[in-house]
C-alpha cells in the first residue's frame, strides 16, 4: 500500500514539475466533466479534475474556485497550488500566479 501512494505521489510531483517548466499544459488533457460520485462525494482529487475541467474550457474563474477547494481540502496538493497559478497567469493575474507557483515549487521541495 505505501508503494502505490508513493508512486502516486512521484506522478503529482512529476506533473507539477512539467507544468512549472512549461513542458505541460492542462489544456492539452482532454478531460470529461467529472461525474457526481454521490451525494456529498467531494475530496482534493475530484476538486482536481473539476479544476482541470473549466480551465480547458477556458473558464478560469471557476478554476480557480475549484483549485482552491482541492486546496482547502488537501493544503499541501502541490498540482492543484501549480495549476492554480496557471489559471491565475491566463487571467493576467501575474503577482498572485508567482506566488502559487513559489507554493507549488515549496511543496515540490518538502516533498
Not at 1 to 25: K, P, T
Not at 74 to 80: C, K
Request: charged share 25%.
Amino acid at each position: 500500500m505505501g508503494q502505490v501512494i508513493g508512486m502516486r505521489n512521484i506522478f503529482y510531483l512529476y506533473i507539477v514539475a512539467a507544468l512549472i517548466i512549461g513542458v505541460a499544459d492542462p489544456a492539452q488533457y482532454n478531460y470529461e466533466k467529472p461525474r457526481i460520485k454521490g451525494v456529498g462525494y467531494r475530496n482534493s482529487t475530484s476538486e482536481l479534475e473539476k479544476a482541470n475541467w473549466f480551465y480547458n474550457q477556458g473558464e478560469y474563474d471557476e478554476a480557480i474556485l475549484a483549485y482552491d477547494e482541492a486546496i482547502r481540502l488537501d493544503p499541501e496538493f502541490a498540482v492543484a497550488w501549480s495549476n492554480k497559478g496557471l489559471a491565475l497567469k491566463a487571467l493576467g493575474r501575474t503577482s498572485e500566479a508567482d506566488a502559487a507557483f513559489a507554493k507549488a515549487k515549496e511543496l515540490e521541495n518538502a516533498a
